[in-house]
């Protein structure tokens, strides 16, 4: 596939310019009605380009991406192997897919500073930076951060008159008290961690054995 030259239009540009001609502003696919952006239509976007500019756009573009798809699909984390065939990097519609090894760099870029700590790596020490040949990880999308699950988590607990009350992790993301909740089906590691946040700003005190934890918020 021809890369875009530092001397041409950059992905952004044109990207803009495929959606002003268009009849429609986004593109859709049968993916349970997610729309995706018009570059998403744009067939260099699916592989990264070289001129570091059209890049740094590029990645910022892939990045509002992945968090938007996540979040409409309620997905706190993902698995490149698995990902990799799924609309999300493979457009059929133009015969354009994202390679893992681009898929790799556009999460290693999500979970930097400069991509805002949107993403990070779970490794099998932990979570962190993917290992060299590590191309079939698993990272999580923060699509909400830790500390912002936990300022979502106390708010409803503000909302909802529960300080004081005990509830248990189930009830937080599983019950039908929290349907309407974006934190609702959170992972369980995810609301273990943005819990810990609470924790640390003395909002709240998580108490009992493992698997059957409660918290209580102040």
Request: charged fraction near 20%; glycine fraction near 6%; include cysteine.
């Amino acid at each position: 596939m021809t890369s875009i030259a530092p001397s041409q239009t950059p992905l952004s540009t044109a990207a803009t310019a495929v959606a002003s001609t268009s009849s429609t502003t986004t593109t859709k696919t049968d993916d349970n009605t997610f729309t995706f952006p018009p570059i998403y239509a744009f067939p260099p976007f699916f592989t990264l380009q070289p001129n570091p500019t059209t890049l740094s756009s590029q990645l910022l573009s892939w990045s509002t991406l992945i968090q938007s798809y996540c979040r409409f699909h309620r997905l706190f984390s993902l698995t490149l192997v698995d990902a990799l065939s799924t609309p999300l990097f493979s457009n059929t519609s133009i015969a354009r897919k994202l390679s893992i090894k681009d898929a790799r760099t556009v999460i290693n870029w999500m979970a930097s500073a400069e991509g805002g700590n949107r993403a990070e790596w779970i490794t099998a020490s932990g979570s962190g930076k993917a290992a060299k040949g590590e191309e079939a990880g698993r990272a999580w999308v923060y699509w909400k951060r830790p500390e912002e699950w936990a300022a979502a988590l106390e708010e409803w607990v503000e909302r909802t008159g529960q300080k004081g009350t005990v509830v248990t992790l189930y009830e937080i993301g599983e019950s039908d008290a929290t349907k309407r909740e974006e934190f609702h089906g959170i992972d369980g590691d995810l609301l273990a961690r943005s819990l810990q946040v609470c924790v640390k700003r003395g909002k709240a005190q998580i108490f009992g054995a493992e698997g059957s934890e409660g918290v209580k918020f102040f």
